[in-house]
């Protein structure tokens, strides 16, 4: 099974800036090139924020679209999320997932990491 690390959270102002990493290990080698940004704010549902693939198309939801923006570094196998002007609607507990139809048939399967969490005051 793969293990999923969050890093990077934080508080800011609104209008700064964070960059969160996703680090995974273990699983198959060919693992952790596909992965999906999560956040989930108290008492809300857990909400989907940005996707990378590793063919290179990225998917932003609309609520973050031209603020955040998602990368990977193959080499480390680590995901980042760049959040700039960064506003208090933000604020959550992020967590980074493998996509559930590219496990490669559990290979690649992983858990809920502890996610990292950013607060932006207003």
């Known amino acids: 099974q793969v293990q999923l690390v969050e890093s990077g959270g934080g508080s800011v102002q609104a209008g700064g800036s964070l960059r969160l990493s996703c680090e995974g290990s273990?699983?198959?080698?060919?693992?952790?090139?596909?992965l999906d940004w999560y956040r989930q704010a108290p008492g809300k549902e857990r909400e989907f924020v940005s996707r990378?693939?590793?063919?290179?198309?990225?998917v932003y939801a609309d609520s973050v679209k031209g603020r955040f923006t998602i990368s990977r570094d193959d080499a480390k196998k680590i995901v980042y999320l760049q959040m700039d002007n960064l506003k208090p609607e933000d604020t959550a507990m992020y967590y980074c997932?493998?996509?559930?139809?590219?496990?490669?048939?559990?290979?690649?399967?992983?858990?809920w990491g502890q996610g990292t969490q950013v607060t932006v005051s207003s």
């Open positions: 990378i693939i590793r063919d290179g198309r990225i």
């Open positions: 997932q493998q996509i559930p139809w590219l496990d490669y048939g559990g290979a690649c399967s992983a858990g």
């Open positions: 273990g699983g198959a080698s060919y693992c952790n090139y596909d």
